[in-house]
């Protein structure tokens, strides 16, 4: 191994965010994960799917499913499809995931059995399940009529362990065996001759940039064929730089050829326990923290296996993961602890230990965590680490281009005792400046090189970096003034290699220079912050001041204070950043009276009945549905009550902290009040309150959809929701008052009864309506439909939702 390692963990506020979505719902458990450059999404026990953005860490969406929980997640290579391999065996696909309109597919081709591998190439989504079965899903051909979408490929003997792909060849896993399979001919052979038994995986080694097959015309798939020891399986261009593994039992991996041969057998028995792993826990601290990890003891075996960095092979188990190099035979880290799952991402690895902890590691070269320690000026970290790897240091003197740069801790460090440590480190420095080096090519030209002087290089190097990232800067502000969703490549990696502190200092440093990117430089700043608690003073000041420059609105708030009702519609811009900020200033009541909508970060932390009690004239005046909703449950009879009181004297114009005359557009509608109030404490209750009030109620200003309401949710113990979407369609509402009108007529105008039973109970009032779940024979709804599927509707039900049924259509 020619470049030298080592692992690092970073901090990340991923498992905060995670905890702060999910502390109100204890029950939710993760199912599956995966992750990408933009995202890291979760699949939960109910289903869901929650999307957050891997730099940013926050949120992004819930995209509800009701295909039941993943047990596999797949995003696409252009981050644009999200695979999700239900429990089922369904494989649904979302094209445009992150858009508010996606398209879902879905495939039955693995129905009924359970999805144990996915993996894309380009457009095609190859599939493979406990049952031997492999498939594909062409994306390209979701639009094309005449062509099949899926595809099963093969029937093999045993359980799908792992997929990968490179070019036109697939490698497929199983429990017995490994094959290799030319997508083009539609062929495949076995690699090796020696079965086994486990769940052992196999993988491509690329030297570079793994090639995926982007080939977009559409051909008809068939079932693949073995290939005969005649034939031969047509290899890729540059296939000596990519190297086939199989996971063996016995701790080794079997590297075939392109032609499925076994050609070395690499042996890692010997590895195991010869030595301990370090971890560098990597922060903003000026002190270097290392965590050093056993070696692996016990039993071993390879399970699945990964390409990590092009050069080594990772795996892992529940006891931990471990990273192998085959051109040496060896193991260069394990960390034992409890592993579901771990995803790779350039670098970087994302493990997924329990429930709701995610692990942020990567790799990095000595040279690379020197020369960033001493870029961010953490100059003790940056010796304890020379020291550290002290003799990787040395030995980068004469292959370096860029180590003579520590030269500058001679100046920069006051503690004698270490200066006295790395002193041969600086002489050897010194001497290699004065003394050309020789290097000879293999044509015989032998060249001699001089490093410039020390001190100089340092300043040098400083100063390009500088130039560098000016460059950078001023290359995406020219984009942005175009189109600010474009972001160039090199700003992007940019912004990957900044902490919160040094994004300030170059945005500054850039501002200083271009008066007229102020803004733009508030707006990047805020966009790309990652860990607020690291802030220094002058970063947190300047975080307050862009936040406000965005947001700052006077207009929605009273003069004593209170937000007037029309603040709860104007979100600001970095809402979520807001808050965090919101909570570390001393002058909390600036951000209220500025920025009016962050009452609602106060409204929604609310706890008890008394604290609601005390702030119900505030949560009435803001107006806002979704503090209702939340705190509807801890409303009692008496708080809804004082709740009417409040919008009625906010409703005739006053503010209800002062009394003043103020802008009551945008308060609560009395109907979508009223049903709020229905569904917390019934309709019967709800009824009895309004009637209290009807004398100070405007006419019609509860419209005739609460006593339909009121109706639907006295007559079912299921869920108000259904009810709530049902009525908000014009159409349905209609029907509804045609049915309800009918019933009226019959019982008060004709004189019947119709609620005496009568002796002998129909089919029909066994039945329930499959979408309201209330009995099909009812009197308001006497209307009823059953399809030719067999299910049964309300006309009401069924009109809304057009004439189709929903539990055979799930698109709907």
């Known amino acids: 191994m020619t470049e030298k390692y080592t692992l690092i963990e970073h901090p990340s506020t991923l498992n905060s965010i995670i905890r702060n979505t999910f502390q109100s719902t204890h029950r939710i458990k993760f199912t599956a994960f995966d992750v990408s450059n933009k995202y890291v999404i979760f699949g939960v026990n109910s289903g869901g799917i929650y999307i957050f953005s891997r730099e940013s860490c926050q949120f992004v969406k819930l995209i509800p499913s009701t295909h039941g929980p993943a047990n596999l997640l797949s995003i696409s290579p252009n981050e644009k499809n999200l695979a999700i391999a239900v429990s089922t065996g369904l494989v649904v696909v979302l094209e445009g995931f992150t858009e508010t309109e996606f398209q879902q597919q879905i495939f039955t081709e693995h129905e009924d059995n359970h999805i144990t591998a996915m993996t894309w190439n380009g457009n095609d989504l190859y ?69 086994r038994d486990g769940c052992f995986g196999a993988c491509f080694l690329t030297a570079g940039n793994p090639h995926k097959n982007n080939d977009s015309n559409a051909r008809t798939r068939g079932l693949f064929e073995i290939s005969g020891d ?13 190297k086939i593994y199989c996971a063996r039992p016995g701790v080794r991996l079997w590297q075939a050829d392109f032609e499925a041969n076994v050609v070395v057998t690499h042996q890692f028995r010997p590895a195991l326990g010869l030595s301990h792993s370090k971890v560098v826990q990597w922060d903003d601290s000026d002190r270097l923290k290392l965590k050093t990890l056993s070696p692996q003891t016990g039993e071993f075996n390879f399970g699945k296996i990964y390409n990590f960095l092009h050069r080594f092979v990772l795996t892992f188990r529940d006891d931990g993961f471990y990273i192998f190099e085959p051109s040496s035979s060896t193991l260069h880290w394990s960390a034992h602890t409890s592993v579901k799952d771990v995803k790779i991402v350039d670098s970087f690895l994302y493990v997924w230990h329990s429930d709701l902890e995610v692990s942020v590691l990567s790799l990095l070269s000595i040279e690379e965590l ?25 030995s980068l003197i004469e292959t370096s281009k860029k180590i003579h740069l520590i030269s500058i801790l001679e100046t920069k460090l006051d503690d004698s005792e270490v200066l006295l440590k790395l002193e041969p480190i600086f002489t ?37 970096t500088k130039k560098q990232e000016n460059s950078i800067l001023t290359e995406q502000f020219r984009v942005s003034r175009f189109n600010k969703n474009i972001e160039t490549n090199d700003f992007t990696q940019l912004m990957k290699t900044l902490n919160s502190n040094e994004l300030y200092d170059v ?55 209170f937000p007037l009702p029309q603040a709860h519609e104007l979100r600001p811009k970095f809402y979520e950043i807001g808050t965090q900020l919101m909570e570390k200033t001393d002058n909390y009541e600036d951000y209220l ?79 979508d009040f009223a ?47 259904i009810f709530r979407k049902t009525l908000d369609n014009e159409n349905v509402c209609k ?41 099909l024979k009812i009197p308001m709804l006497e209307e009823t439909t059953k399809l030719t599927c067999g299910h049964n509707y309300h006309q009401t039900c069924l009109l809304y939702n057009k004439s189709q049924c929903p539990k055979c259509d799930p698109l709907l």
Request: charged share 25%.
């Open 735 to 775: 029907q509804f008052e045609t049915s309800v009108g009918g019933y009226l007529r019959k019982k008060y105008l004709c004189g019947s009864d119709l609620y005496d039973p009568p002796n002998r109970k129909s089919m029909l009032d066994l039945i329930n309506c499959d979408h309201c779940q209330l009995p």
């Open 370 to 394: 020197v020369l960033r320690s001493l870029m961010r000026k953490k100059y003790k970290l940056c010796a304890e680490i020379c020291l550290e790897f002290y003799d990787d240091v040395q």
């Open 675 to 721: 049903t709020k109030i229905v569904d917390s404490i019934k309709a019967n209750n709800a009824l009895k309150l309004f009637k209290r009030y009807a004398h100070l109620l405007p006419k019609g200003g509860l419209k005739p959809v609460f006593y339909q309401y009121c109706i639907f949710s006295s007559a079912s113990n299921t869920t108000s929701g």
């Open 127 to 195: 599939c493979g399940d406990n049952t031997g079965r492999v498939s594909v899903v062409a994306l390209r051909n979701f639009l094309t009529m005449f062509q099949t979408p899926v595809a099963c490929l093969m029937h093999l003997d045993s359980q799908i362990v792992q997929l990968d792909t490179y070019s036109k060849f697939l490698l497929v896993s199983t429990q017995t065996r490994s094959l290799l399979c030319d997508t083009e001919s539609e062929k495949y052979r076995q690699i090796g001759k020696k079965m």
């Open 593 to 671: 009276k500025s920025v009016p909508y962050m009452y609602k970060n106060v409204l929604e932390k609310i706890n008890d009945s008394q604290e609601i009690h005390s702030k119900l004239p505030l949560i009435i005046q803001f107006s806002d549905p979704e503090i209702i909703d939340t705190h509807s449950s801890k409303l009692t009879y008496d708080l809804w009550d004082e709740s009417i009181r409040c919008l009625l004297k906010l409703k005739s114009g006053q503010c209800l902290n002062c009394g003043a005359k103020i802008d009551v557009r945008a308060t609560f509608d009395w109907t």
């Open 230 to 242: 005649s034939e031969q399986l047509s290899a890729p261009s540059h296939d000596d730089k990519v």
């Open 428 to 464: 050897r420095l010194k001497d290699c400046a004065v003394t050309p080096t020789l290097e000879r090519y293999k044509n015989g030209i032998v060249t001699v090189n001089a490093l410039p002087v020390l001190p100089e290089s340092v300043e040098n190097f400083e100063k390009d």
């Open 507 to 561: 945005l500054r440093e850039f501002e200083s220079q271009n008066e007229s990117c102020a803004d733009w430089c508030k707006e990047i700043f805020l966009k790309h912050l990652k860990i607020i608690s690291e802030f220094k003073s002058e970063a947190l000041d300047y975080a307050h001041q862009a936040f406000f420059s965005f947001n700052m609105n006077m207009n929605f708030i009273c003069n004593c204070g």
